[in-house]
DNA sequence: CGAGCAATTGAATACTTTCAACGGAGGTGG
DNA sequence: CCACCTCCGTTGAAAGTATTCAATTGCTCG
């Protein structure tokens, strides 16, 4: 049972919804089919059709989209315990990119078979839902954060989010977190340049609110940041309202 | 019959999957519980529990959040034959308000009632995913234009997909279309200043690229348009992926 | 007619990008 | 083992883009 807990896929939905030992096995029966990918390679190509999709058990991944004039957008970022592609694949067709950026691990996931488990387990099937709900609800925070904050509260937004997604899956907490991006993938993400990110990230550093080296996110003060940018991560934990 | 076809939801989803008349009956059956909101008024708050799900008949409404500062950023259009709050129904709880632009006309939808059509009638629950996946796509195009388009080119990308749109559920075409938006929604959609949304439609203008004068947007060069952002309409009208 | 809202314009300011250059860490091949 | 290359991070200065502040016009509505 142990080993079950473990999966990361567990860990979230089961911050969400109690779960059975039937549940938690399930779950894991879902993790049989891995594939590895490396660094820097993409997973799935923009336009790619018969798409497959994937639990992410290992590594961080984003999803993206490239431009005519070659500039990308990073639409989120994926980690362990997350789908990709869930909604491609009922599609048919993807219309975005997805990159690994370390050494990943994934479990392919057959449409067909996650249907079969969710008129087995409705509360699964609701916790899954609720999985695919946040991912929306994440996107659009995003566009809210390009659209109206400034590029030191977009940073400060985008790093307290993506700790609070971390410490779901205990990879992280209020201290801080293990953080493998670049800055150019930090730019590609919140719409800046790796140039700008790189001073932003330096203002922060200087006003003691976060320190971002070496691939490690250390928040120095994170209550004077939540308060700065507003960070009201109600749309990550709620727990309760999907229950019923 | 043609009054049954006229619904906009009917010519949306028609659009997709050809209905037949049963189909275009239990859509019609959907549009009972009438209720009329006034212009400018909020339909749904942010916050706000218990969410009910509309179908928009008549008018146009936007959907937005507010930030602490005050400033607020529209995440999305909703025009007749949209769904509006179908996630937030299933959460229980709105993440977003919901504003009226025009005077509007809804039909109340609850979710049972969909549930139940769904069972019945697999290709309606066919076409109504394909009109929730369409919505997801174009906050992703939404993000990315704000993310990576400078002023003009968000403005150019933002009329040509509303064209688009509203091409489908026959409320324009390439030619233009009637558009009840003010400046200021156009500045909270697209990130940016009432001001500059102004001096951007300016240069739009003396480009001929396209006038939007007295609610009406007229393109003057629909092509010039689609190659100065991109504009790639796939997302908005694939038919046939899903149809399998 | 006055009030209020939307559109418009100018000038100054602020923010972000662009261009250019350099340092350091890690990996490869001679 | 070291030279060399590449990728990432860092910094400065100049240019460009968008915002802010302020003021004016036009229009609709009561």
């Given at each position: 049972m142990t080993a079950i807990e473990t999966t990361p896929l567990a860990r979230k939905l089961g911050a969400f919804v109690a779960l059975s030992e039937t549940e938690l096995s399930v779950i894991s029966q879902l993790h049989q089919r891995r594939k590895a990918v490396v660094a820097g390679r993409?997973?799935?190509h923009q336009g790619q059709s018969d798409q497959i999709a994937y639990i992410l058990?290992?590594?961080w991944v984003c999803s993206y989209k490239?431009?005519?004039?070659?500039?990308?957008?990073?639409?989120?970022?994926q980690i362990p315990g997350d789908?990709?592609?869930?909604r491609s694949a009922l599609l048919h067709t993807s219309d975005h990119s997805i990159e690994a950026i370390s050494d990943v691990e994934v479990s392919e996931v057959l449409v067909s078979d996650l249907l079969d488990i969710f008129a087995q387990h409705l509360r699964l099937a609701t916790a899954v839902l609720w999985a695919a709900s946040r991912d929306e609800a994440m996107v659009v925070e995003h566009l809210v954060n390009i659209g109206r904050r400034s590029a030191l509260e977009r940073m400060a937004h985008f790093l307290l989010e993506l700790g609070?997604?971390?410490?779901?899956?205990r990879m992280g907490n209020k201290q801080g977190?293990?953080?493998p991006l670049t800055q150019y993938h930090l730019a590609d993400a919140l719409g800046l340049t790796a140039v700008h990110v790189n001073r932003v990230l330096r203002?922060?550093?200087?006003k003691g609110l976060l320190t971002f080296r070496h691939n490690e996110v250390i928040f120095d003060d994170y209550h004077a940041l939540t308060t700065l940018v507003g960070f009201d991560p109600t749309y990550l934990d709620q727990t309760g309202p999907l229950l019923s």
């Amino acid at each position: 049972m142990t080993a079950i807990e473990t999966t990361p896929l567990a860990r979230k939905l089961g911050a969400f919804v109690a779960l059975s030992e039937t549940e938690l096995s399930v779950i894991s029966q879902l993790h049989q089919r891995r594939k590895a990918v490396v660094a820097g390679r993409d997973l799935v190509h923009q336009g790619q059709s018969d798409q497959i999709a994937y639990i992410l058990a290992a590594g961080w991944v984003c999803s993206y989209k490239i431009l005519p004039d070659g500039s990308r957008q990073i639409v989120d970022f994926q980690i362990p315990g997350d789908f990709l592609g869930l909604r491609s694949a009922l599609l048919h067709t993807s219309d975005h990119s997805i990159e690994a950026i370390s050494d990943v691990e994934v479990s392919e996931v057959l449409v067909s078979d996650l249907l079969d488990i969710f008129a087995q387990h409705l509360r699964l099937a609701t916790a899954v839902l609720w999985a695919a709900s946040r991912d929306e609800a994440m996107v659009v925070e995003h566009l809210v954060n390009i659209g109206r904050r400034s590029a030191l509260e977009r940073m400060a937004h985008f790093l307290l989010e993506l700790g609070a997604r971390l410490t779901l899956v205990r990879m992280g907490n209020k201290q801080g977190y293990y953080c493998p991006l670049t800055q150019y993938h930090l730019a590609d993400a919140l719409g800046l340049t790796a140039v700008h990110v790189n001073r932003v990230l330096r203002q922060l550093r200087e006003k003691g609110l976060l320190t971002f080296r070496h691939n490690e996110v250390i928040f120095d003060d994170y209550h004077a940041l939540t308060t700065l940018v507003g960070f009201d991560p109600t749309y990550l934990d709620q727990t309760g309202p999907l229950l019923s």
